[in-house]
């Protein structure tokens, strides 16, 4: 089990701003005997057990993973960290979110943000990490404020506006972050330090169905707040969040000819961004215009539809290499050249992708699968060069760490793993 900290609950601590640093950054990359974590085995280590009818199940049990935590009592569902400090969250099933440290061996327990009233599904730290949000299935969202150099965290405030929230995200550098909800709705809110409160910045009601997920773009100044979203009912909206205006509306009848693709994922790239749908179509979208750039059927001839779904996108920013990956529920991870957007490569796992990731400005890609592991390929050759194994369910998220050299999961059966990826 993990190490419990002395504070096994978030205190109470005003707004006391204590600068001790509790998590020695020095730390990090302080070699930890092998001896003091669980025991990880390289080699496969299958268990063979019966079942009520008498058939053999084999468990593989094979591990290799650095630490572990497994204060969930349920699946995990996120997990993000903080900009600076070897922190991480993870938000479960269990109606609650862990705060926990990410460079010792076991991780330490920080606090749990008590209060959530459903599923923690997603959240985010602010840009200087000052800050934390979660919000639950049931349309609860907490913020908290970090003290003692992040030992402490203290209820700041609390939004329930909808009847269920389905993505959060926070600005990239502004203390702004938004949210979307089960009816269609796009809530923005500042967070505002000098009169200790959430002000909302904008409601927008343009989509009709579902808004599945969104990205801020990062503007020239704090005088320009932009958000694009997307939604079950095939529309994508970019916003001007001060004013509320819609800057530009893409629709499923004029803008992509009749097809009305329930869009589930989003990523932004300078001026770029990448839609993916549940049908499994594609669409680039050049964000100072509102065109559409490129228009593509990923998938074609598979068993099951469900299959079609783009889970996870990726943008390349390695100098020279111009890449987007694209990740399915089928097992299959697309990867297209940014020019004339031309399938260059394609990496096939067993099992659905829930996530991809390009460390850094590498060609370094991270992604995890419901197969339970989690991988690391060279996107120039497709080549594998590393595959971590423990979980006995799929990994719903992960957060990459320390420059790519660490990598820690979301695991379906309530467990995170710390992977040392170099």
Not at 19 to 37: I, S, Y
Not at 87 to 110: E, I, M, S
Not at 233 to 256: A, R, S
Not at 270 to 276: D, E, H, L
């Amino acid at each position: 089990m993990a190490d419990q900290y002395n504070n096994p609950e978030v205190e109470n601590v005003g707004d006391e701003e204590d600068q001790e640093e509790f998590l020695n950054l020095n730390e990090v990359d302080e070699e930890v005997p092998e001896d003091n974590g669980p025991v990880p085995d390289d080699e496969e280590d299958d268990m063979d057990m019966d079942d009520e009818n008498g058939e053999t199940i084999e468990i593989d049990m094979s591990n290799n993973s650095w630490a572990y935590f497994d204060k969930h009592t349920d699946s995990i569902f996120t997990i993000f960290k903080h900009p600076v400090l070897p922190l991480v969250v993870t938000g479960g099933g269990d109606n609650t979110a862990y705060l926990w440290t990410t460079h010792t061996q076991p991780p330490r327990f920080v606090g749990e943000l008590q209060g959530h009233k459903e599923s923690v599904i997603s959240g985010g730290f602010t840009s200087n990490g000052e800050f934390v949000i979660t919000a639950d299935m049931n349309g609860f969202i907490q913020v908290h404020k970090a003290s003692k150099g992040g030992e402490k965290w203290t209820k700041f405030a609390e939004l329930d506006e909808v009847e269920e929230v389905l993505f959060v995200i926070v600005h990239p550098s502004l203390p702004y972050f938004a949210f979307g909800a089960n009816d269609g709705s796009v809530w923005v809110y500042q967070i505002d330090k000098s009169s200790k409160s959430l002000v909302q910045i904008m409601s927008g009601f343009s989509h009709s169905l579902e808004c599945n997920g969104g990205v801020f773009i990062e503007g020239k100044d704090e005088n320009e707040l932009t958000l694009v979203t997307i939604s079950e009912d095939g529309t994508i909206v970019n916003w001007n969040c001060f004013t509320g205006v819609v800057n530009y509306k893409l629709q499923p009848y004029d803008d992509f000819k009749g097809t009305e693709s329930p869009w589930v994922t989003i990523k932004v790239y300078k001026n770029v961004i990448a839609v993916g749908a549940r049908d499994g179509q594609l669409t680039i979208i050049n964000n100072d215009t509102g065109k559409i750039v490129h228009n593509v059927k990923t998938l074609e001839n598979v068993d099951d539809v469900n299959e079609l779904s783009i889970e996870a996108l990726s943008w390349c920013k390695a100098n020279g290499i111009n890449l987007l990956a694209v990740g399915l529920v089928s097992g299959d991870i697309l990867l297209f050249e940014t020019f004339q957007w031309r399938l260059r490569r394609t990496i096939k796992v067993n099992d659905a992708i829930t996530k991809l990731e390009f460390i850094n400005d590498t060609p370094l890609l991270v992604g995890s699968s419901m197969n339970g592991k989690i991988y690391k390929w060279d996107a120039r050759t497709g080549e594998e060069i590393f595959a971590g194994v423990g979980h006995n369910m799929g990994v719903l998220d992960f957060a990459v760490l320390d420059n790519g050299k660490q990598l820690i999961t979301a695991g379906d059966e309530g467990v995170s793993l710390v992977f040392k990826l170099e």
